[in-house]
């Protein structure tokens, strides 16, 4: 009897065990769903690429590619410059619920036009600009080709 109700009390142990191990936080289980609470958000980043002498570089690709603890990044989105350098990238929303998007992402420049060179520099430096019901805006303000 007394070896029964050990055996018992053992099972019961393991199987909270189990249970305990099966909880994730909310936050967790957003971020390896892929998506936050609000599926309808956007969440833009824009930036502004110069020259090392200062002036806007048109026409160049630039990619942003960010990771979680349970995907990693494999692949870049992509904007391209305007005459003001400026790019605006729309994140596609499997990326939306990452907390700190200034830490998980990096930005390249993919493509220059000519007389310009492609800098293998990774970027970082990502802040929040603004935020508004599920809309968030990111910068990551002047990026200078070296
Ligand atoms: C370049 O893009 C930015 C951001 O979308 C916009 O505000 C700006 O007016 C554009 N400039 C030109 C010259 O198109
Ligand atoms: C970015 O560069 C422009 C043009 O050189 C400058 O006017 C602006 O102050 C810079 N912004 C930041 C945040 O450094």
Redesign the pocket.
């Known amino acids: 009897m007394r070896f029964l109700l050990m055996s018992m009390t053992l099972v019961l142990v393991v199987a909270s065990g189990e249970a305990a191990r099966e909880r994730w936080t909310r936050n967790e289980m957003v971020e390896m769903a892929g998506y936050g609470e609000q599926k309808l958000s956007s969440v833009l980043l824009t930036a502004?690429l110069?020259s090392s002498s200062?002036s806007p570089i048109h026409g160049a690709t630039v990619g942003i590619k960010c990771h979680t603890r349970y995907r990693k990044g494999s692949k870049w989105i992509k904007g391209v410059t305007n005459e003001s350098g400026k790019f605006v990238i729309d994140l596609p929303s499997h990326l939306h619920a990452i907390p700190d998007l200034d830490k998980a992402c990096i930005i390249k420049t993919l493509s220059v036009p000519k007389p310009y060179r492609c800098s293998s520099k990774i970027h970082r430096g990502i802040q929040l600009l603004s935020s508004s019901s599920g809309s968030r805006v990111y910068t990551a303000?002047?990026i200078t080709l070296q």
Request: glycine share 20%; aromatic share 0%.
């Open positions: 502004t110069l200062s303000g002047n």
